[in-house]
Every structure is written in C-alpha cells, then in structure tokens.
C-alpha cells in the first residue's frame, strides 16, 4: 500500500464543475419548475456503492444508510470530503488527491476511481502489464479488466485512497491508539520543524549581543566605523531572519494546533453521539463543562507557553556561550536555574490540586446554569428562582475563590521568577566589575553577558506560568480521558451485521434491566413476541416499565440479562444506523432543536425530497397549522420548540419518527397532547400507513388502543396480561 500521503492533494472537489452548472441552473430555472436532480443522485449513489464494495473488501459489512450515517454530511450530496469522513469514522484513513493514470499501481488498491461523467468504481487491480481491473455495479459482471488505453478514455484522474487502520491495529494488539496523543503525532513533523525553527532563532538570538561586545571591546577602541556598519548590516540581517522565522515558527504551532484541535474536537463529540447512555452518569451540565474544558488543551498546545517549554533546553546553550564570553560569570545564572526550577516545582502539588477542585466547581457552576436554562418556565412559575439562585452563587463563588488562590500561587512563582532573574543582572555587574579589574573580561563581554543573562532566565520567567497551565491541560485532558473511556453504543460488536431491510418481528427473551444507579430492576424476566405487521398496545401503572421497553427496543439502552431480537437477531448484532433507520421511535418527551420546522423533521436526512416531508407532515398532522403560517416548513422554531403547543410538537415529533418509512413503529403516548380531532385524524392517517408495519403504542388511551388487535400488560416489570384488546375489556 502505498503511503497516505502519496497523492497530489486536489485543488477543488471532485464534481465541483458539476455543482457549479447545477447551481447556475438552479439559479436561472423558475420557481415553479423542479430541477432535476437524477443525475446529481446517481452519482451520488455510485459514490455511496463504491464505498460499501470497499468496505466490504477489507471485510466490513455497512449497508448505504449505515454509511451516510458515518459521515459528518452538512449538505444535500453525499460528495468526497463525507466519504472521508465516514472512513475516518470507520477506523481508516484516507485521501482525496488527483494521480495521474502511469502513476497508478497496485500500491494504491483498492481505492475508489472517479470516471468521466461523475460516477465511481473500486480500482482492485493493476498488474504489470498496465491491465486494470474496476468492480463496478452498474456493468454487468462486476470485475471488469481493461487496457491502459481503455482505462485512460473514462479515468478522470480523481482517486480516494484508502489505508486499514484496523489492520494495522491488529498487527499490534500491545499498542493502544489514544485520542489525544494519536492526533499530536499526526503534527510530529510539524512540531520537530517548531524544535528546529527554536534551535536557529535561538542561535541567531546571539547576534545582537556578540555584536554590542565587538562593538565596545574593537570597533569603538579603534574607531572603526568601516567594520561597524559591516557589522550592523550583518546583525540586522540575523534579526531580519530571526524574526521571519520566529513567525515560522508561529504559524507552524498554529497549522499544528489547529489541525490536532479539528480532529480531537470531532473524536469527542463522536464519543458523546455513541456514548452508551447507560454510562452517562454525569448531569447534561456538567458533560458540556468536561467538553468546554477540553479548551485549556486547545490554548496549551497553540499558545505561547509551548514556545516557552520548547525554548527550556537553550538555556544551557546560553549558558555554555557565557562561560566562553565571561568565564566564572557563567555560575551565576547556572545558580539561578536550579532557584527558579524549584519555586515552580514547589507549588505544582497546589496548583493541581486546586486545578482539579476548580475543574469540579465549574461542572456544578455549568450544571446549575443548564438545569435553570432548560427549567426556565418552571422555576418562574413555581417561584423557585431563590432556590436557583442560591445554586447558582454558591457555586460561582466556590469557583472564584479557587480562581483567586490559584492565581495567587502562580503570581508568586512568577514574581519569584523574576526577582531571581533582576538579582542574577545585578549580581552578574557586581561581580563582572572585579572580572574586569582583573582583565579577566573585557567590558563588551560584561554588556554581552548582562543580554545574555535575561535571555537565559527569559524562559524560567515563564515557567511558573506555563506549569499552571500545564496543570490545567492536564486536569483537562483526565477528565476528558475519562469520557472517552466510557463505553460505546455496539463496543462489543466489531463487525455489526448490515440489516438494511427488517421485517418488523420483535422477541424479547427473559429480559432483565435495570436503570445505572437505581436498587430495583425496571424489567424483570419479560418475555413476549410480536409478529411482523402486528399491532400492539402496552398499557400498565405509572413506573411499570412501558417505556423502557421502548428504549430497549430502540437500542437506546441493552438488558442487564436475556436478550431482544428484531426478525430472529439479537439488536446489539445490527448496525446502530441500520436499526435506527428500520426502528421508528418517538419518545414521550418531546424534543425540538433550533430550525425550521423541515429541518426539525429531517434531522440531516436530506436525501429525502420535499414530496416525501410533506407527505409525512400530513399524517402527522403538521400541516394541519403549519399551512397558516406564510413561512410554512421554513418558520424558524427557538430552542426546544417553544411557541409552539404540546400537540404541534408531537405532531412534529412523530412526522420525525416515520420519516425512513420503517417497518417497526414505537410510539410513547404520541398524541397526549393533541384535541380530539387531530388525534382522530392522526390516528385515521396512522392505521392506512402502516398497514403492514409493526406497531407497538405505550398508551392510556383507548382511542390509541383501538389501532392494535392485541395488548400487553406490564406491572412492576413483569407482563401480567397478554390477550386481545375485546377480551381485556370484558374481563375489566
């Protein structure tokens, strides 16, 4: 396999010209009139199948849905830079670069090839005799072998390269990949060209001090002006390039930094997105504090305190350089070095431990902010904001007090710092008057050695300051360590099995669960089966264990013991997105998010067209209002829906939860919330869509319970009653 990096990176996304056309066209087309789109979508699913033929060659199963699942996709197409993404999601790494075609070998197999016309295949083979061999669905046979002078009349140069980090994982099952120092490495050329950018600045550093010594000890004696403006031409051109590589320098921490915080930034919120929510045992306040704390990393590793740690080890070089210019004056500052070492050393133990005790103080000050945020009507309405409040300025206050002593340690290594550094100047004059009484320095030396001096303690200067911020970075980088060792959703399952199409059949099997934290389990030994297309309705007491079963059913959660099967698989086995896509579920909370009323629907689904969202708005009943509003799907909802009535957002809620169209259907008290019309509506709507889906409603009302032809009866967490709807009724 050839190296990741052996591509010519592309200068503009592949199909851009495409895109460009199909905007100008969009532009000039009228509004009434639909763009077509057909060919935009077939390259978009040749695309999608290229990349699953791929997968499936380095033996990883994902159907098309699981993979645009995988991918970060912010726009209407799935294009190249979401084909990275879901690779990089998958544990490989990959590269969207031009090569040209006498370039190609088998080095670089299997890879994905863009062929003229947009579309894609997987490059398998290339032998040596220039024959290569493309596995394309949409040619009958599949593998197709061509000649270099075929292959060169369809190849468009475009090429997505593709390297297992899997394999190279198993290869070493004794090296852990972690998060954070995996995304450092990835910059370690970039940080050893920073090491060797501080190494030349430093030693150009020295020209302006040897320049003032010859200066005063020959040029000025001799009243040679000829060798001083050589010597000032000579000094300002090392400063001239001191400078630009100073900002060299910069920029490479900045490249370094930004490209290591880009990827670490996605690794956690991929962590939260697949976090087993049986591990969540953090308040939603104060997993947002952990997140934000990953901040204090950031500003380490692209800050100027890098460039003070990198700076350290020149000290002994300008030490070494003031034994050669002043001799014994060379103890001075060597004495001074072990000082300021010490006084930072000393206050470490202080400044961690008020760093971590800081760093929980401001989760309980974020988790307090976040709960009133999200309760704000309630804590008015109840006149709890005393309550909130005395939250809230406890917190704050315990948070600033730890501030102040923190700051108060740090200021006085820092002050310490400097204090050493202005009695090593002092004592250094002192001490070089006698040297020079002596002849045994010259005074330029003495001048020379007094720079040099403030340049040697400089970094020790910092020190203090970069040791606090070391503190923080590292009481930042344990506690996000600590939500990135937590559990994932499918950890268990390496290669989950691709289930693109489920028929709807559920069983649970002595199924046991209980809730993290809780003393009594919510299910105990539950058992049932439902056929597929059957209609089914839970009733039971408040707490019996109803909605748990639809959380378990969505994968949301996993039994304690036993097991759930869709269609004879056990749900841990399928693929999250492959289940999500076939598992329509609305909780009994519901949840809106900022954007329209589309995209509240879609959520990032934009595949769909508008014929499709519009059709699911009208049996959920959203257009039912959505029509009076002369924004319509474009009206811009505020944080969580409000504005809107308990009914519209379930309404919203459950056009959301049968967008996929899928074969299984769970609903949570879905229209507890809706008048008596536009329930019965929706309802009407419901039972001709899912004629032949899989229905299982958690309800208390009969209207509801009419839609099913059998019900199950959940108490305690044990099934008490298990018989149709007419006979339930007759025995009260």
């Not at 690779?87 to 031009?98: I, K």
């Not at 005074?443 to 020190?463: D, E, H, N």
């Not at 360590?481 to 489920?502: F, H, Q, T, V, Y």
């Not at 899912?690 to 009969?702: D, F, G, P, V």
């Amino acid at each position: 396999m050839k190296p990741i990096g052996s591509i010519k990176p592309i200068k503009k996304p592949f199909g851009a010209e495409k895109k460009s056309a199909q905007k100008t066209k969009k532009e000039n087309a009228p509004k009434d009139e639909a763009l077509d789109t057909s060919d935009n979508a077939s390259q978009e699913m040749s695309l999608l199948a290229s990349l699953q033929i791929l997968l499936r060659i380095n033996s990883v199963e994902r159907s098309i849905s699981s993979i645009r699942d995988m991918a970060d996709l912010t726009e209407g197409e799935f294009g190249y830079s979401d084909a990275v993404s879901a690779l990089e999601n998958l544990e490989f790494s990959a590269n969207v670069g031009q090569l040209r075609l006498r370039k190609l070998t088998q080095g670089h197999c299997p890879a994905i090839v863009e062929l003229k016309g947009g579309k894609t295949a997987v490059l398998t083979k290339v032998d040596p005799k220039k024959e290569y061999v493309l596995y394309d669905e949409s040619v009958d046979g599949k593998f197709t072998t061509y000649s270099e002078k075929d292959f060169g009349k369809i190849y468009n140069g475009g090429l997505l390269l593709v390297r297992n980090r899997r394999q190279q994982r198993d290869s070493d099952k004794t090296k852990k990949i972690n998060w954070f120092w995996s995304s450092l490495t990835q910059s370690k050329w970039t940080y050893a060209q920073v090491i060797l950018a501080a190494a030349v600045s430093n030693f150009l550093g020295l020209s302006s001090s040897l320049f003032i010594m010859v200066v005063y000890d020959r040029v000025v004696p001799n009243q040679a002006i000829e060798s001083l403006i050589a010597l000032t031409i000579g000094v300002l051109i090392a400063l001239g390039f001191d400078f630009m590589i100073k900002m060299l320098r910069a920029n490479f921490i900045d490249r370094a930094g930004k490209r290591a915080d880009s990827r670490m930034s996605r690794l956690i919120f991929n962590q939260l997105m697949t976090m087993n929510l049986a591990t969540k045992n953090d308040k939603s306040g104060a997993l947002a504090s952990t997140v934000r704390e990953f901040e204090s990393l950031r500003d380490f590793f692209t800050s100027a305190t890098l460039v003070a740690v990198v700076d350290l080890p020149f000290i002994f070089l300008f030490i070494y350089i003031i034994s050669l210019i002043g001799g014994p004056l060379a103890m001075i500052p060597l004495a001074c070095v072990p000082i300021v070492m010490f006084t930072g050393i000393l206050v470490q133990p202080f400044l961690a431990k008020l760093s971590v005790e800081g760093m929980k103080s401001g989760m309980s000050k974020q988790g307090v902010l976040v709960e009133t945020l999200n309760g704000l009507e309630t804590i008015k309405a109840t006149g709890s904001a005393g309550l909130m409040r005395k939250r809230f300025e406890e917190a704050s206050n315990s948070q600033s007090d730890l501030g102040f002593k923190s700051r108060m340690i740090s200021q006085f290594a820092i002050n310490s710092a400097a204090s050493v550094q202005q009695f090593a100047q002092i004592a250094i004059i002192f001490y070089g008057v006698f040297l020079i009484q002596d002849g045994i320095v010259t005074m330029g030396a003495l001048i020379a050695v007094v720079i040099l001096c403030g340049r040697t303690l400089a970094p020790l200067g910092q020190l203090a300051n970069a040791l606090t911020r070391v503190n923080s970075a590292r009481t930042a980088y344990k506690s996000i360590n600590d939500l990135m060792s937590k559990r994932k959703d499918g950890a268990n399952i390496e290669n989950p099995l691709s289930r693109p199409e489920l028929k709807g059949e559920v069983e649970f099997k002595n199924v046991s669960f209980t809730y993290p934290g809780a003393t009594e389990p919510t299910l105990r030994d539950l058992s049932f089966k439902i056929q597929p297309g059957e209609k089914v309705a839970i009733l039971g007491k408040m707490g019996s264990g109803k909605s748990t079963i639809a959380r378990l059913l969505s994968g949301l959660y996993e039994p304690d013991v036993g097991s759930i099967l869709i269609d004879g698989v056990d749900i841990r086995q399928i693929d999250s997105a492959d289940l999500r896509r076939n598992v329509g579920f609305m909780l009994q909370d519901t949840w809106l998010f900022s954007g329209s009323i589309k995209e509240n629907i879609q959520m990032g689904f934009v595949q769909y067209a508008d014929e499709h969202i519009l059709e699911v708005a009208r049996i959920a009943g959203v257009d039912e209002f959505v029509r009076q509003n002369p924004l319509g799907y474009d009206f811009q909802l505020k944080e969580r829906g409000e504005g809107l009535s308990g009914g519209q957002k379930q309404s919203i809620n459950l056009a959301r939860s049968i967008l996929h169209q899928p074969s299984l259907l769970i609903l949570d008290e879905p229209t507890s919330s809706m008048d008596t019309a536009t329930e019965k509506m929706v309802l009407d709507n419901l039972s001709s869509w899912m004629e032949e889906k899989t229905l299982i409603a958690i309800t208390h009302r009969n209207t509801l319970v009419k839609l099913a032809s059998r019900v199950l009866v959940i108490d305690r967490g044990l099934l008490v009653a298990d018989d149709t709807p007419e006979k339930l009724m007759a025995s009260g």
